[in-house]
T-cell receptor, first 114, second 113 residues
Framework: GAVVSQHPSWVICKSGTSVKIECRSL??????MFWYRQFPKQSLMLMAT?????????EQGVEKDKFLINHASLTLSTLTVTSAHPEDSSFYIC??????????FGDGTRLSIL | DAKTTQPNSMESNEEEPVHLPCNHS???????IHWYRQLPSQGPEYVIH???SNVNNRMASLAIAEDRKSSTLILHRATLRDAAVYYC??????????????FGRGTSLIVHP
């Protein structure tokens, strides 16, 4: 079945560092991918919709200059957390779907900023 | 997409059936009902989906009310590995590329050994 691969699984870094998270659709093409953030014991919060070949669409309250999204190919979207601070520590998850089929999710990236 | 409401949590004993309800009273005729679940420290995984008829797969069954304003995810024999947060969301079958999956709080299922 369709698989979405997310890398890395976890990151620990110092405050001020920029961190890049990759999301790949392994056996299908995805013109659209979604990025979520999840805090402990809370639901997934949609951050942005990543669109292949065009700018991402950010949800209200999400800083586009803070969370840079690049979707340069039909199988890869990246989320870069720029100048990360402790409040950016969270669980980041991406998803994509082949056509109109149900979404497939990455395993998530646990980001810890010291 | 129409909203859904689910109980915050439910409990079950191992090897007993579990019925997880979802209300979607404002569902439209073209909305599919999708269920996902999220195990601790993992991304969500697809469980099942349906439009009007009841559906069965290797993971679960989906019972859809005749008026489609509610549905029930059925785990026939709960195991400890089924302990997860279960999300019920709707997808407009006409939305195509404009579909944006958003999640509510879901139901946290606790399974007792």
């Amino acid at each position: 079945g369709a698989v979405v691969s997310q890398h890395p699984s976890w990151v620990i870094c110092k405050s001020g560092t920029s961190v890049k998270i990759e999301c790949r659709s392994l056996d299908f093409q995805a013109t659209t991918m979604f990025w979520y953030r999840q805090f402990p014991k809370q639901s997934l919060m949609l951050m942005a919709t990543s669109n292949e070949g065009s700018k991402a669409t950010y949800e209200q309250g999400v800083e586009k200059d803070k969370f840079l999204i690049n979707h340069a190919s039909l199988t890869l979207s990246t989320l870069t957390v720029t100048s990360a601070h402790p409040e950016d520590s969270s669980f980041y998850i991406c998803s994509a779907a082949p056509g109109s089929q149900p979404q497939h999710f990455g395993d998530g990236t646990r980001l810890s900023i010291l | 997409d129409a909203k859904t409401t689910q109980p915050n949590s439910m409990e079950s004993n191992e090897e007993e059936p579990v019925h997880l309800p979802c209300n979607h009273s404002t569902i439209s005729g073209t909305d599919y009902i999708h269920w996902y679940r999220q195990l601790p420290s993992q991304g969500p995984e697809y469980v099942i989906h349906g439009l009007t008829s009841n559906v069965n797969n290797r993971m679960a069954s989906l019972a859809i009310a005749e008026d489609r304003k509610s549905s029930t995810l059925i785990l026939h024999r709960a195991t400890l590995r089924d302990a997860a947060v279960y999300y019920c969301i709707l997808r407009d079958g006409r939305s195509g590329g404009s579909y944006i999956p958003t999640f509510g709080r879901g139901t946290s299922l606790i399974v007792h050994p």
